[in-house]
């Protein structure tokens, strides 16, 4: 009786145990192929690349894959092509692509104050390629456009990432493949944690840095919003690793890739990026329109509308848009719609352009976050007249203002109209600009209200 009364102890604790334990969690339901993951990582590591500036010094590069592959090794984590470049960027981030394109930025390097920190971001990072969060988003969300497109051959024209981007899947604002939920961060941050005590890492680290900068995003750094907005916290990262510790290889966890100090002192010796677009962050999301004398001269063509919407779903939110036009992803992570036509060189004649601004103080004041972007937007657009000052309406729930200024046109001699529409979204604000050539501006200003009825924000 005591015998089987203590068996059954035994058995009640080990039952606990395992309760408590999280199982390491697994890829989710993905229409895409790994191979299809890996193909479109590189179509979007070209894109990167054109955008962004890589740093080409051997020893910081080299310092970062080995913590990068440090992980990935004695992790043991699936296997991808993957690789790791450092990009000049001043935001603290850092980013994988499907099937293992991993690019972080120098804003991270000079941000983390130990070795370990940044294995746990790399981690985090590592643990969404291995997880597939990023295509596991896109085929919940669109699976039957894209049943079509994966089986179908997409790889003739322009690859998998164009005949995404047709149905509005790319790395602008909010996307599926690099802004994850609430649950997908938990897992990134268990699968990272365990994958860095194994690697010799405290996983204690991954949570402690996470929480710092979310501490910093909550009160004055718009340097961290594209990452907290892309990897939304879970709750509260350091119990939710602590919770896991003993289940994870113990310590000593002393590794040691090489000297950060080292690293971080090149990264503060880097030659400044000439002032261009660096497509790093959402932080410089403003369009850029070359005169219109800079080309030959475009004559302004006939917008013809349907008037009938299909719809863009991106992470964070929705909205529907004239279907004769399409979506793509512009400079800056930001998203263009409109057509052939409407696009004259770098410049766009007529269409939406959405960006994704992260708040001046941490949290968006609508009225100042607005007259900055503005002022902004404005000193980049030729001959601007204000038409109306900015008035309130409310967008998808959220508050927004709606402000209007006319500019030259990319069409030969013509003027535009601009109607900007900015959302506060709390860490960011969401900007809608609505281009057109002003002489055909009342026959667009219909669909362009439709458009900003339509937009919605889930949950
Ligand atoms: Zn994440």
């Known amino acids: 009786m005591r015998k089987r009364l203590w068996a059954l102890l035994v058995l009640c604790a080990a039952l606990a145990l395992a309760a408590s334990q999280k199982k390491l969690p697994k890829p989710g339901w993905n229409l895409f192929s790994k191979q299809q993951d890996v193909e479109l990582g590189r179509e979007y590591a070209r894109q990167v690349e054109r955008k962004m500036t890589v740093v080409t010094d051997k020893e910081l590069t080299d310092y970062v894959t080995r913590v990068g592959m440090r992980l990935v090794r004695q992790g043991q984590l699936d296997d991808y092509p993957y690789y790791f470049k450092v990009v000049q960027d001043d935001s603290i981030n850092a980013f994988a692509l499907p099937g293992g394109p991993m690019y972080v930025h120098t804003g991270l390097i000079k941000a983390v104050e130990n070795e370990a920190q940044l294995a746990g971001v790399l981690a985090h990072e590592l643990s969404h390629v291995v997880l597939r969060h990023g295509t596991h988003q896109a085929t919940k969300s669109e699976f039957l456009q894209l049943g079509a497109i994966l089986m179908g051959g997409a790889g003739s024209n322009g690859g998998l990432a164009g005949a995404l981007a047709k149905i509005g899947i790319g790395l602008g604002a909010n996307s599926y493949l690099l802004s994850f939920s609430r649950g997908m961060e938990s897992e990134a941050d268990l699968l990272g944690a365990y994958t860095m005590a194994k690697a010799g890492y405290n996983p204690i680290e991954l949570a402690r840095f996470f929480e ?248």
Do not use: C
């Open 212 to 459: 710092k900068l979310e501490a910093q995003g909550s009160n004055q750094n718009s340097l961290v919003a594209r990452f907290l907005s892309d990897h939304p916290s879970p709750g509260n990262r350091i119990q939710g690793i602590e919770d896991q510790l003993p289940y994870m290889p113990r310590g000593p966890y002393n590794a040691q890739a090489g000297d950060l100090k080292q690293a971080q002192e090149i990264v503060a010796q880097l030659a400044p990026v000439k002032k261009r677009d660096t497509g790093g962050g959402a932080g410089q999301a403003i369009p850029q329109q070359p005169p219109s004398t800079a080309s030959a001269p475009v004559q302004m063509p006939r917008i013809e509308l349907s008037g009938r919407l299909k719809t863009y779903l991106g992470g964070d939110f929705s909205f529907a848009y004239p279907e004769e036009w399409e979506v793509s992803n512009g400079a800056d992570q930001s998203l263009i719609i409109s057509n052939q036509m409407g696009k004259v060189g770098e410049a766009v004649g007529y269409g939406i352009m959405v960006y994704l601004v992260p708040a001046q103080a941490g949290h968006v004041q609508l009225r100042d976050d607005t007259a900055a972007y503005l002022k902004q937007l404005t000193k980049s657009s030729p001959n601007v007249k204000t038409e109306s000052e900015p008035s309130d309406l409310t967008v998808g729930g959220a508050p927004a203002l709606l402000t209007r200024f006319s500019s030259d046109s990319p069409y030969q001699e013509q003027r535009e109209t601009d109607v900007v529409l900015t959302v506060d979204r709390g860490a960011s604000m969401l900007v809608f600009i609505f281009v057109s050539p002003s002489a055909q501006f009342q026959d667009l200003e219909q669909s362009f209200k439709k458009v900003s009825q339509s937009v919605r924000f889930p949950g």
